[in-house]
Structure formats: C-alpha cells, structure tokens
C-alpha cells in the first residue's frame, strides 16, 4: 500500500481533531480532539517510519504519546478544578483573560 | 626622618582622628572623642615642628620639596599624583593651622561638654584641619581642588552642627553654595593656566610660567582672576563674603576655627603660593587689592552697628582678611602671612572670649543685653583686652606690627596704591573702634542681672533654651546646644587655651619687627626668591610714619570709644538719630545680601519657574514623556483587542495560520 492512504487517513484525524477543537465549547471535548490531532499526527510518523524502514518515527511517537498523556493529566485535572468551584464547563464562558 | 615625610605625618594624624572617632562614635566612652581629637591634631602640630625643624637644615636654596606618594591617574596629559610639597609657605601654614586648631580642641572640650553631639562634633572638626592641611600641604593643582573642596564641605558640616536649628542649616546652605562658586573659579582658573603649561604640579606650572606666558597676556590674566574667585569666596571678600557673618550660627569654637583662624585664611595663602602667576598678571594683582581694600573698608564700618558679639568680630575678621589680600596682591607677602599669624591667635582668642561671655549669658549673643560683665568675667576680660589691643594695633601687640607693615609696602608701591594706603588707615581707626565699642558694651556700665548673678557665684541658666537669632524656643537633646553652658573662669581647658593664644597675640608681633629681627621675611624667602616685589623696603622714613600714624590712630579709636560708650552713651543714641541713613545702610550690611538676591537669587528663581512652566512642562513633560506614553498606549491598546479570551478563537486563528503557512509552501514547490 503507498504512503499516500496512510496520510490521507492521518490529515482526515487532524483535521477532525482541529475542527472539534474549534468547534466544540466543553473543555472535556476540546481535550479529547487534541488527543485526536496528536495521534493523527503520531499515525503520520509511524507511516514515514515504515516508509524510511528505521524505528526513529516510532520513537517520536512514543514521545509525542507520553507528552499527551501529560497533557491530558494536566488537562483534566483543570476540569476537575474548574468543576470543584461550579464554574460554567464552557470554553466560551471562561474568558477572563481577555485583556 | 626627611622633611616630606614629616609632612605626610602631619596629614596623617588628623585623617586618623576623625576615622577613629566617627567609627567608634558610639562606644568611646565619656569625652574621650575629644582627647582622641585633640592629641591626633596636637600630633599634627608636634609633626609641623619637625618638618620646620628639619626644613632649616637644607640650605636655604634646597627648601622646595616636593614628595608623591602614588600615580592616581596619568592621562591625556593630565598627571594625577597625590603629591605634596614642602617649602617655608607650607610649612608656615601647617604650623598656624595646627597649632591654632589644637587649642581650639582643647577649647572645644569644655565648651561643647554637655552637647549630645559632642563626638560628632570632633570628627567634623578633625576632618576639617584635615581638609585644611590638605589644602596647604598640596603639590599640584588638583589636590589643592580637593582640599579646597573639602574645606567647603567640612565648614557646611560645622556651620549646621546644630542641625535642628533652622537658622543654622540655612547658613551651612549659604556658606556651602557661595564656596561652590569659588571652587568652580579655582577649577576654571587651573584651566586657564593649565593649557599653557600642560602640568598641575606647582613648581613645574611656577617655573615654566614665566616662558610660557607674557606679562598681561589674556589667558593668564583670566586664569588668576579666577583664582581670586575662589580666593575672594573662601576669604570672604566682597562681593562673595555674605556667607561669613551668617556662618556664625556654628559653634563658637568653630567660628574660632573656621571662620577666623584657618579656613578664611585659604585665599590669601592661595594667592601667596600662586604669587608667580600673579605677577605676570598685574591686572588680577590690582583687583585683588582694591577688593581687599574695599572689604576692609566697608567690612570695619558693618562692624560698627552691629549687636551680635559674634558677627562683631565675624565682621572684623572680614575686614583683617582684606589687609591680608591686599597685602599679597601688591606683593607684600612676608608681612601678609605674618598678618595671616598674628590674626589668627588674636581673632580665636577673641572668639573663645565671646564663647565665655555667651556661657555666661546663657546662649545670649546680643551685645544689647550685655553690660559690666568685668567683675563677673575677669579672666575673660583681660583676654578681650589683649585680644582687643592685638586687633587695634597697638603697641607692643602683635597686631601693631603685621598690619602697619601691609600698608608700608602698599605705600612704596606708590602712584595709586596710596589710596589703599589711606583706606587701610582709615580701616584701622575704624577697627580700633568698633573693637572696643564691643569691649566697652560688655564688660563696663551696670552690670546686668546674669553678671550679678556670676559675681555671686552662681553661673546664669537659660529657664528655656532659645535660638540667640530668632528668639524660637529649643529644646536641648542632639541637634541643639546642650544644657549647660561653660565659662573660661570655670573650665581649665579653656583657660589653658586661652592663655596660650593670649601669649601669642602679645607676643607674637615680635618675631618680625621691622629692622630688628625680620625671621618671617626670612624664613619665607626661598619661597619668593623669584619675586621681584620681595625684597624689603628702602624707605624708612615711611616706616616710622606709619607705625607712629598707626599707633595713633588706634588709640585715638579706642579713646573715641570710651567717650562714646562709657561716659556719654546718649552720644551714641543722639548720632544714631542724626546720621539715620548712615546708620541704616551699615546696619543693613550695605544692603548686600539684598544686592545678591536681586541680582542672582531671583533671576535664578524667575528663571527656573519660567522653565518649569515652558520647556519642562510643555516640552519634556507633555511632548517627550507624555509622547512616548502615549505611543505605548495606543500600541498596546491595538494588541489587547486581539486577546479577547476565547479560547475556540486563538485555535482556530492559529489552526488558519499554520494552514496559510503551509500552502505558502506548498505553492512555492
């Protein structure tokens, strides 16, 4: 199979992921389509990984998943906050940093 | 040891002083502060005597030493060396300041004994015989700026020592901003002098002046009129001498020190040591002297209507430093600098006197309430009396010789120094009687109720403490006179101070009288040995004159006095109504302070608040700072817009950017 299918998949992740982020108003959401750009992405690295036939792509992968899993950590626990105070879980509403 | 090396010793002692007393302020026991001061300057004193002592054993053609300890700076042609030189000027002046200066110490600590700043007091002072010695040890241009700058600084210091008072701060103010602008003329001066000579050091800059520049050559003559600049405001000459008679709010010691003894003193030494320059400069030479003629002039006649005792004699130093100027600007150096010696032990004798007096009062200061004080002050008195008969010049007194040999030279100068030579009699008569106007209004008539008191044994007390110029009522903690008051009659350091003076100002004429025993003349020829103008008179039919129209002139002043002021005081009342504008003009100092103030101060001030209103708030305040402020706002404002806080924009707007970034690309390939 070419190359091209698996990135053709790759870009259809992405662009799924980046316009739920853009889309979507509930923080829980927005996270999880992040995690569906990062493994767009990851599927992206894998594919020129066996393109190229050296494992440096899969290394990258594994990185970019242990980022994410951070991230998420990060990221829920500020649901988790957010939620605790009773604050509105809306991306669009928690705007007080505007300047 | 050799003799610069006596010199460094005598700048290091008083240096030593005031580090140890002002790091240790607070744990010196009891009034040790003041022996610590008074030993490091009588040290500096013992080290004079050795420089003198081994200075006379170089042959007189050899007594110009110069010694640098290190290279501060050597740059664009300008050699910083901290360098001093040694010769009988120096020597000289060393000898005067710290000799004078350890008796008023010892003074000192009696007098200021119940004051809370009392070790405060002495390191200011040790500094300042510090800053003093500097100033006359010097080698070269720009450690002679560094002591005359210090010499400022430390009288600013002296003069508000009683900080909390605000007559006294004004005063430190006033005498420091006018000895500024005589700094900036010696600077300016050194300039002038430098550019030709291409050295600061003094005896290079002495003995490449004559090749380097023509008598009455512009830039030279620049150079020393500046110089008398800075003379004039440290001496305290007209038009620059306002800030002497206030400088009276110090301590009476201080005025001793300061502003009688030593620090008054820099302007003549200073044209002494620059007497080359001056010479090829005739035209600075005789502005010099008609200030100074001037000065004692109008000085003497200020002295007459004053009341308080301490400006009497601030006024009298005003008018003795101008016999001095006016003796080294037409080239009588000898006698200047002996007059410089004789003044300083009568003048701090008188003013340790008027301290003893103003004790006895009880911070009193106003001749007004002070009456036949003889009785209750006796001590004080007969040093009044000695003081009074040295500053008068009568005979055998020392001041009898040093000022009637002044005017001898202006005399044989001729042609138009013959009216100096008339003003300085006429000031001599004046000083004669205004002397003892002020002896005469406190020691004779009734005896006031503090002198009655004292005769009685009990030492008159303040129920309030009270500012003498003002009236405002003190109280008596640091900042302020302290509690109790001293008279010489009652304190042994004074009294050993004042004897040592008194037995200076009787005797110390003696050492130069003309066609006798000339040491001075002597003593200080190496350093003049280049002057024409040096070598002593020829006419001695002028001589006898003048010390014969002296001697009559002093005593016919004191007699006027007495008649006025002890027999008929109503004479004193009955001219002072009939010669009103008279009166008024000296009273008011001949309206100089007023003169200042209408010329400089105000310009000055018109001219800042014209300033303020124009260019610092139109042009720097709104148009510089409020411009770039307002640039910044509106920038900023811009880029706030941008962050409105939702969170789906920024990606959104950063997922469109990668995008274009990326089709950039892609369409590049």
Not at chain 2, 99 to 126: K, Q, V
Not at chain 2, 129 to 142: E, I, K
Not at chain 2, 543 to 550: A, T, W
Request: proline share 4%; aromatic share 12%.
């Amino acid at each position: 199979m070419s190359i091209g299918w698996y990135l053709a998949v790759s870009a259809i992740v992405f662009a799924l992921g980046a316009a739920g982020v853009m889309v979507r108003r509930s923080p829980l959401v927005v996270l999880l389509c992040l995690e569906l750009m990062l493994n767009g992405a990851n599927l992206a690295l894998v594919a020129f990984s066996r393109m190229w036939g050296n494992g440096d792509g899969q290394i990258f992968a594994l990185v970019v998943m242990t980022v994410a899993a951070c991230e998420v950590c990060i990221g829920l626990g500020m649901v988790v906050a957010i939620y605790r105070r009773q604050l509105p879980i809306d991306v669009d509403e928690l705007r007080e940093l505007q300047g | 040891m050799t003799t610069t090396t006596f010199g460094w010793l005598v700048l290091l002692f008083p240096l030593l002083g005031t580090l140890i007393i002002a790091s240790g302020y607070r744990v010196l026991p009891g009034r040790s502060a003041g022996v610590i001061g008074t030993s490091a300057i009588g040290l500096a004193f013992l080290a004079a005597l050795g420089a003198l002592i081994s200075l006379q054993s170089h042959s007189p053609a050899h007594r110009e030493l110069a010694s640098s300890l290190w290279n501060y700076a050597n740059t664009v042609g300008v050699n910083a060396e901290v360098a001093i030189l040694v010769d009988p000027l120096s020597v000289f002046m060393i000898l005067i300041v710290s000799g004078i200066s350890s008796m008023i110490h010892l003074y000192s600590i009696s007098y200021l004994d119940a004051d809370r700043g009392f070790a405060r007091y002495f390191a200011y002072l040790n500094f300042f015989v510090f800053s003093m010695l500097l100033l006359v040890l010097a080698g070269n241009f720009l450690l002679l700026i560094v002591g005359w700058a210090f010499v400022g600084a430390a009288s600013y210091l002296l003069i508000s020592f009683w900080y909390r008072r605000t007559t006294a701060t004004r005063a430190g103010i006033k005498a420091f901003v006018i000895n500024v602008v005589g700094d900036a003329g010696l600077v300016l001066g050194t300039y002038f002098i430098f550019k030709h000579t291409h050295t600061l050091d003094f005896l290079a800059t002495f003995n490449a002046a004559p090749h380097v520049f023509h008598s009455g050559e512009a830039d030279i003559v620049a150079g020393c009129l500046l110089l008398l600049v800075g003379a004039i405001a440290k001496s305290a000459q007209i038009p620059l001498h306002t800030w002497l008679p206030d400088a009276m709010e110090g301590p009476t010691p201080v005025s001793a020190l300061i502003h009688a003894a030593t620090m008054v003193t820099a302007g003549v030494y200073l044209i002494a040591r620059m007497h080359v320059l001056y010479e090829l400069a005739p035209a600075a030479q005789d502005t010099g002297a008609v200030i100074g003629a001037v000065t004692l002039l109008l000085a003497g006649t200020i002295a007459l209507v004053q009341t308080d005792i301490k400006r009497v004699i601030a006024y009298s130093t005003m008018s003795q430093i101008g016999y001095m100027i006016m003796g080294v600007s037409v080239g009588a150096y000898a006698a200047g600098m002996f007059h410089l010696m004789t003044h300083a032990f009568f003048k701090a004798l008188l003013f340790m006197g008027a301290g003893s007096i103003i004790g006895a009062m009880a911070g009193e200061q106003s001749l007004q309430k002070m009456s036949g004080f003889r009785k209750a002050l006796p001590f004080t008195f007969a040093c009044f009396i000695i003081g009074g008969l040295a500053l008068s010049g009568i005979p055998p007194f020392s001041g009898f010789f040093s000022k009637d040999e002044i005017l001898l030279v202006t005399g044989e100068r001729g042609g138009w120094h013959w009216i100096l030579y008339v003003m300085g009699y006429m000031g001599a008569f004046l000083t004669a009687i205004y002397t003892f106007r002020m002896i005469f209004r406190a020691f004779y008539g009734d005896p006031v109720a503090e002198a009655r008191e004292l005769e009685a044994g009990y030492l008159h007390h303040a129920e309030v403490p009270t500012n003498p110029a003002t009236g405002e009522v003190e109280d008596t903690d640091v900042g302020f006179p302290g509690p109790h008051h001293t008279i010489a009659e009652r304190a042994l350091p004074m009294r050993v101070a004042m004897t040592v003076l008194a037995i200076g100002a009787i005797g110390a004429g003696l050492v130069q009288i003309p066609e006798v025993d000339d040491v001075i003349t002597t003593f200080l020829r190496p350093t003049f040995a280049g002057s024409p103008l040096y070598e002593p008179h020829t006419r001695d039919g002028l001589l006898i004159f003048g010390l014969i129209l002296g001697t009559v002139l002093g005593l016919s002043g004191i007699a006027i006095a007495y008649r006025i002021w002890v027999r008929r005081p109503s004479i004193a009342v009955t001219a002072r109504e009939r010669l009103a504008p008279v009166y008024e003009l000296f009273a008011h100092k001949w309206y100089f302070d007023e003169l200042i103030d209408a010329l400089v101060v105000r310009p000055a001030a018109a001219a800042g608040r014209f300033a303020t209103g124009t260019f610092e708030r139109v042009f720097v305040q709104d148009t510089l700072v409020g411009g770039s402020t307002g640039i910044v706002r509106a920038g900023s404002a811009a880029v706030r817009a941008v962050q409105s806080g939702f969170l789906r924009y920024y990606a959104a707007l950063l997922v469109l950017g990668v995008a274009g970034v990326s089709f950039y690309f892609l369409l590049q390939t």
